[in-house]
């Protein structure tokens, strides 16, 4: 009859829940992160007990990989092969790991990333330092469980007589838990272990006076002791680990960048086609070539130069936008007391200390049985040496030799362990030499006794004997410190010709925000035509400049947008520009109204605003730089309703002047407005009538002589003489009418320029009728006339925009 099934009825929330735990606790105690005591994950200590058993040390000769790896698997390990070869590499590639444990011949992978070759190829042995983990294993002095198929035992920890935790590090991904621990000085370690045994209440302070930080097998730069002070201190932390890079002179005056220490665990040939790639892509201006040029001698990548080629500053750029330098994050989780933990440092040299006091108690108790147990068959050798002649007769007469052994108890009252050692005695051994050398070694285990005995009554003995043996350690392995440590994270600067090409354009922008930069080849072929834009379109601004300067574009609402100007699309001259709202996103509502290139942002000067509703704004030039660009930043704060009207760099010693609707003009000093900050309002510039705003405003300097066009809705154009027709005033006030007052379909200014004689003024109606005046045609006028009419307003219609048709940037408008 069959056997019913036993089902059970449980929420399938709680069953994987259950078996989740049950993994989790697996791979986090069995697989992927290392005991505090002896730094390694329980493959990399299958692998180095299992070498050893095989007697696979240093001192023997290599044996094939896959030999080792069937025993690790067949014995301790039953898992994939692969992962027990590609641990087993690890431990032998000295740029992942700052003491090999184990020495391979063959090709066991590359800091390039190359793969090792197949384990059937390489041969492998145990280090000398990796022997120190494993010695005295014998000795009872670590606890042993069965294998998997309970055939023999294995360690659950290595003795481990130096902290390998923090010698090589280690790394792992697990269940809820990661760890990162850096690789450190060997000698630097034990110096900081003998301090935290002799003085346990030493400060992370105390510790850092030996352990200067990390000390990585490829060298390197650290930086940033802050951050390493707090990762020591709680096991979390952040440094910057930069490669070390030189720069050589070569002939014709022009350089290179040599590269011989690389960040932890980067990729050399990854990391050399980044570079090469920046080159390619003109990310990067003045590298000429990027060339690997490694060999056995060591790493040498070389960034050679172009002749004018800034070495500082390219050898900043790769530092920011490549792996020759990166983040390092602390992460120091280890398994202690069976559970994971977040350890500072000095609670991993703590447990540390505490394995090795247990270490080397257990090693000691078994010296001292094992010394007890010889004292006791020498002292029972030594006597039946002094009675040889009756010990000789009792045997000869025994029956066998359980029967000899029996006589020789009763007879003499050895115990069985020395009448067992007496009936095997060689004859040779009775010799008179051979009594003294019993003697002696007699007097000798009494000493060693009395020694054993002393350290495990005496905890200060306990740690001159760990700390005599560290030393022996530090002698036989240390070398010198790697990777230099610096206190401060050093701020990298990229000049921006670093990373642009210099290179003179010519940049056009529309009024309907249409942008674009043309070479000064494109412009020079096409120079007779105007740029391609709308028919309804018409340029605002247009001007040679620089591929490393900065075009400052200011909106209505009182916005401005920071476009570099090597980010402009390059297009031919002939072709439309791209919409500005492309390269930064502006309201729709929002109009571009004037642009501004800037060479230097530390150089003296301002930025005076000029709003509809008669404020002015003075800021200093400097406030205007910025590190983000996606989006319109603010330029002045505005009330409701009001508006920027334009926007001018002075040098602080310009005259301005306000043209109102309803015809007022009012001139003054910039330097009467105060220096405000960048987002402030301004101050009040004109005093403006209930209905009335500004039109137009300008600046021009003291001395200059420019003349005032005005061109009012009816079609008339006026032109004035400022310092005739104007008198200078002073802020705030109402300023001058430029206008006769009509009482019917009087004049209101549409649009006022300053203008020399050769500037041509084009005038715009609303019915699209456009007329060409040149300025010296232009009668001078006083201010109560109404100046000639250009348009028809029946026929040709309301005049609605003029504007300087030559002319189109305003830089000569003083």
Excluded at 129 to 152: C, H, Q, R
Excluded at 475 to 502: F, G, M, P, Q, W
Excluded at 662 to 678: N, P
Aim: charged share 30%; hydrophobic share 35%; with cysteine.
């Amino acid at each position: 009859m069959a056997k019913p099934e036993k089902l059970l009825d449980l929420p399938l929330e709680d069953v994987i829940g259950d078996r989740f735990g049950i993994y989790s606790k697996y791979i986090i105690q069995e697989r992927a992160l290392p005991d505090v005591r002896d730094g390694l994950k329980p493959v990399q200590r299958r692998i180095l007990y299992a070498m050893a058993q095989d007697h696979n040390t240093h001192d023997k000769p290599f044996r094939k990989s896959a030999k080792t790896v069937g025993n690790v698997i067949g014995n301790y390990h039953p898992h994939g092969d692969s992962s027990v070869y590609d641990a087993m590499v690890r431990m032998s590639q000295d740029w992942k790991v700052r003491n090999v444990l184990i020495e391979m011949h063959g090709n066991n992978g590359s800091i390039d990333g190359d793969p090792p070759a197949a384990m059937r190829y390489t041969e492998a042995r145990l280090s000398a330092i990796a022997s120190e983990l494993l010695k005295d294993i014998d000795k009872e002095t670590v606890g042993f469980i069965p294998n998997f198929d309970d055939t023999t035992e294995e360690p659950t920890v290595l003795p481990a007589k130096f902290p390998n935790l923090l010698v090589n590090g280690s790394t792992g991904i697990s269940a809820g838990y990661a760890t990162d621990i850096p690789p450190h000085n060997l000698g630097e370690v034990i110096d900081a272990t003998i301090l935290a045994m002799e003085n346990p209440e030493c400060t992370i302070d105390d510790l850092m006076g030996h352990i200067k930080g990390p000390d990585f097998p490829t060298g390197g730069i650290l930086q940033g002791v802050e951050g390493l002070k707090k990762a020591y201190q709680t096991g979390k932390g952040k440094v910057v680990l930069r490669g070390k890079a030189e720069v050589e002179p070569l002939k014709a005056g022009r350089e290179q960048i040599v590269i011989t220490e690389l960040p932890y665990e980067v990729n050399k040939a990854n990391l050399v086609k980044k570079m090469e790639e920046l080159r390619l892509d003109r990310k990067v201006e003045g590298v000429a070539e990027v060339r690997d040029e490694t060999d056995r001698t060591g790493t040498r990548v070389v960034i050679e130069l172009k002749k004018d080629g800034d070495a500082e500053g390219v050898l900043n750029y790769f530092y920011k936008n490549t792996d020759l330098q990166i983040t390092y994050n602390f992460n120091m989780v280890a398994i202690e007391n069976k559970t994971p933990k977040l350890l500072g440092l000095k609670s991993i040299l703590m447990s540390y200390i505490a394995h090795q006091k247990e270490v080397i108690t257990l090693r000691s108790q078994f010296e001292l049985q094992k010394a007890k147990d010889r004292s006791h068959i020498v002292e029972g050798l030594i006597h039946a040496v002094s009675i040889l002649d009756e010990v000789i007769d009792t045997i000869r007469a025994s029956k066998d030799k359980k029967d000899a052994k029996e006589n020789l108890s009763k007879a003499y009252g050895f115990t069985d362990a020395q009448a067992e050692a007496i009936v095997n005695l060689q004859l040779y051994r009775l010799t008179n030499t051979d009594i003294q050398t019993l003697q002696k070694e007699a007097d000798e285990l009494e000493k060693t006794i009395a020694r054993l005995e002393a350290i495990l009554s005496s905890d200060k003995k306990l740690i001159a004997v760990i700390k005599k043996e560290l030393k022996e350690i530090k002698e036989r392995y240390s070398d010198a410190r790697r990777t230099k440590i610096e206190e401060k994270i050093e701020e990298i600067k990229i000049d921006l010709e670093v990373l642009v090409a210099s290179e003179d354009v010519v940049v056009a922008l529309t009024k309907e925000g249409y942008i674009k930069r043309s070479s000064l080849r494109s412009y020079s072929a096409s120079k007779s035509e105007e740029t391609a834009m709308k028919d309804s379109d018409r340029l605002l601004w247009q001007s040679e400049v620089n591929t490393t300067d900065t075009l400052l574009v200011f909106t209505q609402k009182g916005n401005y947008l920071y476009i570099p100007v090597h980010e402009i699309p390059d297009k031919r001259w002939k072709e439309m520009g791209q919409p500005i709202a492309q390269l930064v996103p502006i309201d729709n509502d929002d109009v571009v109204i004037k642009a501004i290139p800037i060479k230097d942002f530390n150089v003296p000067l301002y930025l005076t605003f000029m709003t509809k509703l008669g404020q002015i704004k003075r800021t200093e030039l400097e406030h205007y730089t910025a590190q983000r660009r996606s989006k319109p930043l603010v330029a002045l704060k505005l009330k409701n309703e009001d508006a920027l009207v334009n926007v001018f760099l002075t040098d602080g010693t310009s005259n301005v002047l306000f043209v109102t609707h309803k015809g007022y003009g009012l001139w003054f000093d910039e330097s009467e407005a105060s220096i405000v900050g960048q987002r402030a309002a301004g101050v009040k510039g004109i005093n403006l009538k209930d209905d009335d705003f500004v039109v137009s405003s300008h600046t021009f300097s003291v001395g200059g002589n420019p003349d005032l066009v005005i061109a009012t809705q009816r079609g008339a154009l006026k032109k004035l003489a400022i310092y005739r027709e104007l008198e200078k005033s002073t802020r705030a006030r109402r300023g001058l009418v430029m206008l006769r007052e009509l009482k019917s379909s009087p004049h209101r200014i549409v649009k006022a320029l300053l203008v020399h004689d050769e500037d041509i003024v084009r005038v715009e109606s609303d019915k699209g009728k456009l007329v060409d005046v040149q300025a010296n045609q232009l009668r001078a006028a006083d201010r109560y006339s109404n100046g000639s009419y250009y348009l028809d307003q029946d026929e040709d219609g309301k005049l609605i925009d003029a504007w300087l048709l030559e002319r189109v940037d305003e830089s000569k408008e003083d």
